[in-house]
């Protein structure tokens, strides 16, 4: 992973502990329905919707929820202030291989499981889509890193932590729509908002990159 940004003195100390805690806070609605499908695959009571489609085969919305709930939280600690090299290699020796969980687990979901009603080819491709773009970005930045190049390592990286954010912001950006609507979304509506949760993001991401960039350039 990557340190994406690197202020200094009180400004840098402030960054280090908000820009972690906003992240989190993103993930926190995505994270508790994480928590509340396994209680249900654990025996628990179910009251998530759509639970019984995963019952028969757990394993890969088990592997998921575990990666993405260890991706996104030990993920935000890249962001904020620069952290010892050390501490840095050990939190992406961690971070890549619960990153491609995540990716490659939200891509077998997709054609394994019976899909929830409603939900048709548009959504199935934009989640196979992302989710291959998510694991490419993580291999690229892997294979930057191993060439020591940095810049391109957190490019990649900054691009494959948004990937795996998505959930949040479609969680946000569900929620804005049903207040607004006054009704969940369907059909095509809803794969759209949930595809615009990852366009968001990697606009985002590209800005932050390209932000990065000029100020390298500039200075």
Excluded: C, K
């Excluded at 997709?110 to 009603?117: A, G, N, S």
């Amino acid at each position: 992973m990557t340190q994406a940004s690197v202020p200094t003195g009180s400004a840098g100390r402030r960054a280090s502990r908000l820009v972690p805690a906003a992240l989190i806070a993103l993930s926190v609605v995505p994270l508790v329905a994480g928590a509340l499908r396994l209680s249900a695959l654990s025996g628990g009571p179910d009251v998530m919707p759509d639970g019984a489609r995963f019952a028969a085969v757990p394993v890969p919305v088990v592997a998921h929820i575990l990666a993405a709930t260890g991706y996104t939280v030990l993920g935000a600690f890249q962001f904020g202030g620069r952290r010892p090299p050390a501490r840095h290699r050990l939190m992406g020796r961690i971070l890549v291989p619960l990153g491609l969980v995540v990716a490659l687990s939200g891509v077998w979901m997709t054609l394994i499981y019976p899909r929830q009603d409603g939900d048709g080819d548009l959504l199935a491709g934009f989640r196979l889509g992302f989710g291959s773009l998510m694991a490419a970005a993580l291999v690229l930045g892997l294979a930057a890193v191993l060439r020591r190049r940095h810049a391109r390592h957190r490019a990649w990286m900054i691009r494959a932590y948004a990937l795996g954010l998505g959930a949040g912001s479609q969680a946000l950006i569900l929620g804005v729509w049903t207040a607004a609507a006054g009704g969940d979304p369907t059909g095509t509506t809803r794969a759209l908002l949930l595809g615009a949760g990852w366009a968001v993001n990697l606009a985002v991401a590209e800005g932050l990159i390209r932000r990065r960039t000029g100020r390298r350039v500039s200075a």
